[in-house]
């Protein structure tokens, strides 16, 4: 995996900042039942932008999460990226074809949405979770 294809390491902080800042926005929303007029069938209405603002926050600062650099890029660093990644994929696959193997066409829409986001979060998990077991493995060897 080339590593000039990722951000610079500040980037993380900006996509963490990002994904905070959308969190409580989306709750709120979810908590409120806030309703958009549906009757303007424009394309940038108050619910199509509210929705783009929020998809797009979300998944821009899960991308600047997901593929900054670290403080120090290495080659084990990159593997584990690669790996993270390819486990990453298959498992958003075996979740959606799950997903459209048992609900009906009008869930599509929803899936399509938690396919959005899935892949990044479960890479950025697996790859944190690597990351750390392998700092422990390293730092139990030097004791």
């Known amino acids: 995996m080339k590593t000039r294809f990722l951000f ?3 980037c993380k902080y900006w996509g963490i900042a990002l994904f905070l ?4 926005i989306f709750i709120i929303k979810k908590m409120m039942h806030v309703q ?7 394309l940038f209405n108050g619910s199509h932008i509210f929705y783009i603002a929020t998809a797009l926050s979300m998944v821009i ?4 999460i997901a593929f900054s650099k670290e403080k120090i890029e ?6 584990l990226r690669l790996d993270s990644l390819q486990w990453a994929i298959c498992f958003n696959y075996l979740v959606l074809i799950i ?3 048992f609900t009906k066409g009008y869930d599509a829409m929803d899936i399509l949405r938690v396919n959005l986001w899935l892949p990044l979060v479960f890479f950025i998990l697996l790859f944190r979770w690597k990351l750390y077991r392998n700092s422990r493995l390293i730092k139990e060897d030097t004791l």
Do not use: R
């Open 36 to 42: 958009f007029d549906n009757s303007d069938i424009s």
């Open 99 to 101: 997903s459209l193997t």
């Open 8 to 10: 610079p390491h500040w």
């Open 74 to 79: 290495d080659e084990q660093i990159t593997q």
């Open 61 to 64: 600062g899960l991308l600047m």
């Open 21 to 24: 800042v959308n969190q409580p």
